[in-house]
């Protein structure tokens, strides 16, 4: 039996597609998702990769498909648009929390800027284990193409942290 195409009804589904580089995001709280534009004979949705050649976005595709599909939904197009290139203020504030909660860091909602010497100045990123500020890069990127691996100096744990862009 087809389900009624709805807006909400499909955003429920997608809520409950997860990334699977960061798995306690879905595609909902990532921000991938662009529109949901429902037709009289065809379900689109219109996504964008975080970066434009995210190896993780072949999967998505996949299964935000399948799990449509799986709840009822047919004649489904999924189209990639490039332009205007994602942001970190696309995703949700839930989100961000998720992010925390799982052990990443997330991206900061304003540049904050800690001077380490005359000359640099570099984003000061909280922990998300023990809440410190005193935390440096080791690498612009961390586990994916959109993390970069910090360590904190008080607690002395690596994570990631999602970068901003």
Same mark, same amino acid.
């Given at each position: 039996?087809?389900?009624?195409?709805?807006?909400?009804?499909?955003?429920?589904?997608?809520?409950?597609?997860?990334?699977?580089?960061?798995?306690?995001?879905?595609?909902?709280?990532?921000?991938?998702?662009?529109?949901?534009?429902?037709?009289?004979?065809?379900?689109?949705?219109?996504?964008?990769?975080?970066?434009?050649?995210?190896?993780?976005? =072949?999967?998505?595709?996949?299964?935000?498909?399948?799990?449509?599909?799986?709840?009822? !939904?047919?004649?489904?197009?999924?189209?990639?648009?490039?332009?205007?290139?994602?942001?970190?203020?696309?995703?949700?504030?839930?989100?961000?929390?998720?992010?925390?909660?799982?052990?990443?860091?997330?991206?900061?909602?304003?540049?904050?800027?800690?001077?380490?010497?005359?000359?640099?100045?570099?984003?000061?990123?909280?922990?998300?284990?023990?809440?410190?500020?005193?935390?440096?890069?080791?690498?612009? !990127?961390?586990?994916?193409?959109?993390?970069?691996?910090?360590?904190? =100096?008080?607690?002395?744990?690596?994570?990631?942290? !999602?970068?901003?862009?």
């Amino acid at each position: 039996m087809e389900a009624l195409a709805t807006i909400e009804n499909i955003k429920s589904v997608l809520d409950t597609v997860m990334d699977p580089e960061v798995p306690v995001l879905s595609v909902i709280d990532l921000g991938i998702v662009r529109d949901i534009v429902v037709a009289e004979n065809q379900t689109e949705i219109i996504i964008t990769p975080t970066y434009s050649g995210c190896p993780a976005m =072949d999967v998505i595709r996949a299964n935000i498909k399948m799990e449509l599909l799986a709840n009822g !939904f047919t004649n489904i197009k999924i189209t990639t648009v490039l332009s205007p290139a994602w942001t970190t203020d696309w995703m949700t504030e839930d989100g961000k929390k998720k992010l925390k909660a799982y052990g990443i860091a997330p991206p900061n909602p304003k540049q904050l800027v800690c001077h380490t010497d005359l000359f640099a100045a570099e984003e000061a990123i909280e922990c998300p284990h023990c809440h410190s500020y005193h935390t440096h890069r080791v690498s612009e !990127f961390g586990s994916t193409a959109c993390k970069a691996l910090y360590v904190c =100096d008080t607690c002395r744990e690596p994570f990631d942290y !999602f970068k901003c862009h």
